[in-house]
């Protein structure tokens, strides 16, 4: 027999998932442990069981769908992803990952491989900061990269904790207990859309990735005078989203300027108080993204946007706090896993191109506790985290093909 893909059955399981949604089609919208997310998670577990696979859930909703190997105490193999999706987001971000996996299990069980190494499929809770402030709860947890103490001071914009959001959605247990030893995983592997134009651009089916971007975000509050739109004067003034927008200005040169294509800031939050045609703003909260592949030159970007800051704030005599988030360090990916999907998509005569990731992903953290490479796939014009993000049923199915052959050759 040869690895068939159904690639009819994994489309439609992307259209099924796509419509447990808080928002219009084709906008996907699913954020962590609302109903929506319930509602999405347990209809992967009944997916999950059809396939005969053995499903738990860890105190923070990770969900561990794994399939037997001949030799259970062997470290396994893992692949999976995320289901969670930023409001008015598309189908594909994350949800490639999970059902790509599943249908790439089942159609290793069609062709009667059997793993010597278990292969255990993941849903990784909280991939997307939108709930919670920061991305990636599940696996920085898994990884140990996130204390359960610092875990549990996260809170919603409701003020709920993630305690009381995740016992709330069902889930028991203790956050102590997610943390998984090194060694757990042999080797890891993510299939996912590439969020960028390169692959499309260049015409190659697939993207072998050998480094993940590291991610920082902060939280900036920015408090001026308000005030009478018409009583108060200019020069009377401290309007705090005049301030803002030098900084979002100065955010976006600190970036241009860092001497590489690799640097990237975003301002996508701007809270404007009190938000009135006629009254001057005093205060402006804003959320600041701020990646490179490159450590050193992501902090200094960083340090650039404090020191404009501290100018912006002398000058214009208003206050500009800053809250660090998450300053994480890149990823390097493990030749071991590289390597084994470049023999993958050599097998099926499919050319593929090495390249980075700029977008972070469970991957980045699972990286401290386990080998793991990344496998792209083409999304038209590059978008994600829109509603028109998307991903042909072609591409797809050759990614999970890729994928299934790679995890057959990790676990045999
Ligand atoms: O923002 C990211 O890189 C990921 O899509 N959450
Ligand atoms: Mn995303
Ligand atoms: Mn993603």
């Given at each position: 027999m040869t690895l068939a893909i159904d690639s009819a059955r994994l489309s439609s399981e992307i259209e099924a998932l796509a419509s447990i949604s808080d928002a219009e089609p084709?906008?996907?919208t699913r954020i962590v442990f609302t109903p929506t997310d319930l509602k999405a998670r347990a209809w992967l577990i009944e997916?999950?069981?059809?396939?005969?696979?053995?499903?738990?859930?860890?105190?923070?909703?990770?969900?561990?769908?794994?399939?037997?190997g001949s030799e259970p105490a062997a470290p396994a193999?893992?692949?999976?992803?995320h289901i969670d999706a930023i409001p008015n987001a598309g189908k594909y971000d994350g949800v490639v990952g999970v059902l790509g996996g599943l249908e790439a299990i089942r159609a290793l069980q069609r062709d009667g491989f059997r793993p010597r190494n278990s292969v255990e499929l993941l849903l990784l809770t909280?991939?997307?900061p939108t709930r919670f402030g920061i991305g990636c709860i599940g696996s920085r947890l898994l990884s140990g990269t996130?204390?359960?103490?610092?875990?549990?001071?996260?809170?919603?914009?409701?003020e709920k904790s993630m305690d009381e959001v995740r016992r709330a959605a069902g889930l028991a247990g203790e956050l102590e207990e997610v943390q998984l030893p090194r060694g757990y995983y042999k080797a890891w592997v993510e299939l996912h859309i590439e969020q960028g134009p390169m692959l499309e651009r260049e015409k190659v089916p697939l993207g072998i990735v050998t480094k993940i971007a590291a991610p920082a975000s902060s939280r900036i509050s920015i408090e001026g005078a308000g005030g009478h739109a018409g009583g108060v004067l200019m020069p009377d003034r401290r309007d705090a989203l005049c301030a803002a927008s030098e900084l979002i200005l100065a955010v976006e040169d600190a970036a241009r300027t860092s001497g590489s294509i690799d640097t990237v800031a975003t301002v996508g939050i701007c809270d404007v108080f009190p938000g009135a045609v006629n009254s001057i703003p005093s205060r402006v909260r804003l959320s600041l993204d701020v990646r490179d592949t490159d450590l050193a030159r992501r902090d200094a970007a960083m340090?650039?946007?404090?020191?404009?800051?501290?100018?912006?704030?002398?000058?214009?005599?208003v206050s500009i706090r800053s809250e660090l988030l998450n300053a994480d360090a890149p990823a390097d990916c493990a030749?071991?896993?590289?390597?084994?999907?470049?023999?993958?998509?050599?097998?099926?005569?499919?050319?593929s191109r090495r390249m980075i990731s700029r977008a972070y992903h469970d991957s980045l953290f699972i990286s401290r506790i386990a080998p793991v490479a990344m496998l792209f796939i083409p999304c038209r014009n590059g978008y994600s985290h829109r509603p028109d993000e998307y991903a042909s049923p072609e591409d797809i199915a050759r990614g999970t093909l890729v994928l299934a052959e790679t995890l057959a050759s990790l676990s045999a």
């Open positions: 084709p906008a996907v997916r999950c069981k059809e396939a005969g696979l053995s499903v738990r859930q860890d105190a923070i909703g990770n969900t561990f769908a794994r399939w037997n193999v893992g692949t999976g992803s909280s991939e997307e996130l204390s359960p103490e610092s875990a549990r001071k996260l809170k919603d914009s409701e340090q650039a946007v404090d020191h404009a800051s501290q100018e912006i704030s002398r000058k214009r005599n030749a071991v896993v590289v390597e084994a999907l470049s023999r993958a998509c050599e097998k099926h005569q499919l050319s």
